[in-house]
T-cell receptor
Framework: GNSVTQMEGPVTLSEEAFLTINCTYTATGYPSLFWYVQYPGEGLQLLLK?????DKGSNKGFEATYRKETTSFHLEKGSVQVSDSAVYFCALSDPPGTYKYIFGTGTRLKVLA | KAGVTQTPRYLIKTRGQQVTLSCSPI?????VSWYQQTPGQGLQFLFEYFSETQRNKGNFPGRFSGRQFSNSRSEMNVSTLELGDSALYLC??????????FGEGSRLTVL
């Protein structure tokens, strides 16, 4: 079946460091891809999305590109801040076009001042 | 505009009891989904409702059920609780572009 694989965390970075969180997926068809973020004690918030191959989603300095050839949707940010500390989830819509999502296991990011 | 509201935020039950959780979606949203979040399994889809009809269902036993009312509010029920049902239960309503808006969750502890 369809699945999402994220890199294991936690990821610990110093402020202003470059961030990459890897996400690869297995899916039939053309799912939409998403990154969600969960801050402590809160629900998930949509960070960015891409709906077709080569689309780049971006928000708050984060970006991710839908790569069909490598089935990847890696999250990047050029300069992280302490306030970016959270858990990040990669997700896809399964089946494509529906709103039943498959989430990755989440990657915890800790940014040190 | 108000976000997704889930009640109660925290609850403790004992094995064998049943529990009902409530979710009020963002005004105007007609689709409500439920997810179970645990440290071991991550986020797992339970079910999705649209206009009072269940459209999708995840791989959970029949002890897990839900419903949606005409005002789009949704409830989920878990009967005969087991220790493994301890989790954060997240509700989400769907926006026009397909994105999910999550509530803060109901944290259930089963003793």
């Amino acid at each position: 079946g369809n699945s999402v694989t994220q890199m294991e965390g936690p990821v610990t970075l110093s402020e202003e460091a470059f961030l990459t969180i890897n996400c690869t997926y297995t899916a039939t068809g053309y799912p939409s891809l998403f990154w969600y973020v969960q801050y402590p004690g809160e629900g998930l918030q949509l960070l960015l999305k891409a709906t077709k191959a080569d689309d780049k989603g971006s928000n708050k300095g984060f970006e991710a590109t839908y790569r069909k050839e490598t089935t990847s949707f890696h999250l990047e940010k050029g300069s992280v801040q302490v306030s970016d500390s959270a858990v990040y989830f990669c997700a896809l819509s399964d089946p494509p076009g529906t709103y039943k999502y498959i989430f990755g296991t989440g990657t915890r990011l800790k940014v040190l001042a | 505009k108000a976000g997704v509201t889930q009640t109660p935020r925290y609850l403790i039950k004992t094995r064998g009891q049943q529990v009902t959780l409530s979710c009020s979606p963002i005004s105007g949203h007609r689709s409500v989904s439920w997810y179970q979040q645990t440290p071991g399994q991550g986020l797992q889809f339970l079910f999705e409702y649209f206009s009072e009809t269940q459209r999708n269902k995840g791989n959970f036993p029949g002890r897990f059920s839900g419903r949606q009312f005409s005002n789009s509010r949704s409830e989920m029920n878990v009967s005969t609780l087991e220790l493994g049902d301890s989790a954060l239960y997240l509700c989400a309503s769907r926006g026009g572009a397909g994105e999910l808006f999550f509530g803060e969750g109901s944290r259930l502890t089963v003793l």
